[in-house]
């Protein structure tokens, strides 16, 4: 459910999720998946060129290549991986629909979800299993879809950054602080204090990235998904019952569920990650010697 925000040089953001991963700007890359393959959902993309992100729904798997364009894989029983032509600047992977950010910064959805979107510009996107959630070019939110336990009551205020569980929902606040929305049976939508770079948002569980790099977690933690390693990070992602966190180092780090082999990440160095239901993506590159991401 997850996650990531990537640019394309000149062309504006690309935020990748499922619930999914912080993006950013440190490059583009072959893809790489891991994990769950059932439908094929973490393979394709890796021979066929070079990506700006990667995004992971629930059984499907997007990717933004470098001159704009999109493909994607996996699950088509909803037509979400059937990509829109034209250019993009970000993406969006929810359980059974997809989205995608123009260059224009206008929104267009294919999928489960139907074609309807909202009206204005965008800088993120961010999909659930069934709803979906936008970040306006003012900071403001809006969401629609599903509206089971108040996913689309959007809290007011000024965010960079916004990240879409399965049945709820996560933003950063200019200020760096967190707001949480939607189910919160297990803790996942009430957020600790204190100041943020980076969200994601699992099934039922929440992962934020500190200014220091470190990892927090609330919510469930049935399957170890709550166990978040030590160490300091610049980017996490949340799948269904799994997180993954790219170091600053570049290597990958995965924790929680491992029935399908969604936490025996990749040796080598990376620049983005992103998360799907039961698979992980990433993008090989450098590595990143950077900060934490933009906000998220």
Do not use: C
């Not at 032509?85 to 629909?97: D, L, N, R, T, V």
């Not at 936008?134 to 965010?159: E, S």
């Not at 189910?183 to 957020?191: M, Q």
């Not at 239901?277 to 906000?295: D, T």
């Amino acid at each position: 459910m997850p996650t990531l925000i990537s640019r394309i040089s000149a062309i504006a953001l690309a935020m990748v999720m499922l619930g999914g991963a912080a993006g950013h700007d440190r490059g583009a890359g072959p893809a790489v998946g891991w994990g769950g393959n059932s439908p094929g959902q973490e393979i394709g993309p890796a021979p066929h060129g070079i990506f700006l992100a990667v995004a992971g729904g629930g059984y499907h798997s997007l990717g933004l290549r470098a001159d704009g364009t999109l493909v994607g894989w996996g699950n088509n029983g909803s037509g979400q991986i059937n990509v829109p032509e034209g250019i993009f600047s970000a993406i969006a992977a929810g359980g059974y629909h997809s989205l995608a950010i123009r260059a224009d910064g206008t929104l267009v959805a294919w999928g489960a979800s139907g074609p309807t979107v909202p009206t204005g510009t965008f800088t993120a996107v961010a999909a659930g299993e069934y709803h979906s959630v936008a970040l306006r070019t003012d900071g403001t939110i809006v969401a629609w879809g599903n509206d089971l336990y108040g996913l689309t009551k959007v809290p007011a205020g000024t965010f960079t950054a916004i990240a879409a569980g399965h049945y709820h929902n996560l933003a950063l606040r200019a200020d760096g602080t967190l707001a949480g929305w939607g189910f919160n049976g297990f803790g996942e939508a009430t957020v600790p204090a204190g100041t943020f770079t980076a969200i994601a948002a699992g099934r039922y569980y929440s992962l934020a990235l500190r200014p220091d790099g470190t990892i927090v977690t609330w919510g469930l933690n049935d399957y170890g998904q709550g166990d978040v390693p030590a160490g300091t990070f610049i980017a996490i992602a949340a799948g269904y019952l799994h997180g993954v966190a790219l170091d600053t180092d570049g290597r990958l780090v995965a924790w929680g569920n491992n029935t399908e082999g969604q936490t025996d990440v990749p040796n080598g160095s990376f620049i983005e990650i992103a998360s799907g239901y039961h698979h992980g993506l990433a993008l090989r590159g450098p590595r990143p010697n950077r900060g934490p991401l933009n906000g998220r």
